[in-house]
């Protein structure tokens, strides 16, 4: 999981739709270069932001297209101009965003941070042209499986439990709750999530209109995605455990346990001991 690109710009490469459309006007040229910006609020709640792309150009493209130019031109002297040296080193490359790790496939999405009152995290995918914003996580290459484990109960318990907060809402690190979540290995019967995860998200399908922020408020949640979603949970905690979960706490308990167990081979190869004592890795699945 990564961080979204983030640009840098001092807002020369952002617009919003009636921006586009006039720089467009003056340079119908740049369309190819202007694509859809999406940060947690585009996400969530939907509208319109783009971002210029200067990077994907061509240099004889760019030579042809003056007002593309002067942007490029004005975030070259916006990082100049900054205090900040790691900034002003950017400015020798003024084409490039700051974190310039640009989606070429399809992508799922986490937003940075969401309300307390979400019982699930409104994750999904996107795919190019869209260029994600910092303000949301990235996971390339997730399976259906992935979904399930990060929309589901499990993981929003630890996500709240260890996450950190942005006033009472929570904030998904990538360090602090998704680099500590203990994930299954890799064959742990993750294929039966699959087709549980298409059927949410064919539930939020059926819903085309409504934007994802008005999907996951609790009060207004449709009953067949929420019935999607339990049926996620179930699978889930059958994962972890045959007899499942009776409360948030209990899911929180077992996830330490299961941390503690991933920590301690790492813990005696940092001492040196790993070669002198032989320890069986974690599993996911407890046989209660």
Known sequence: MIIGPKPIDGGNYIFDAAERGAFLDAEPEAAPWLRPFIGAREYLQGGERWILAPH????EVLARLPRVRERIAAVRTFREDS????????????????????PTAPFLVIPESGSERREYAPIGWLEPPAIPSNLVRILSDATLSDFALLASTMHMAWLRYIGGRLK??????IGVVYNTFPMPPEGAALSRLEPLAQAGLDARAAHRGAALADLYDPDLMPPNLRRAHQAIDRAV???CRRTGFASE??????????????QTPLELAARGKSKRRRRTPASWRDTR
């Open 249 to 262: 706490r209990e899911r929180v308990e077992h996830l330490f346990m299961l941390y503690e167990k991933m």
């Open 56 to 59: 994907d150009a061509p240099p």
């Open 168 to 173: 009472s809402d929570y904030r998904c690190s």
């Open 83 to 102: 205090k900040s040296t790691q900034t002003q080193k950017l400015a020798a490359a003024p084409t490039l965003y700051h974190v310039n790790v640009v």
């Open 237 to 239: 905690d059958r994962l």
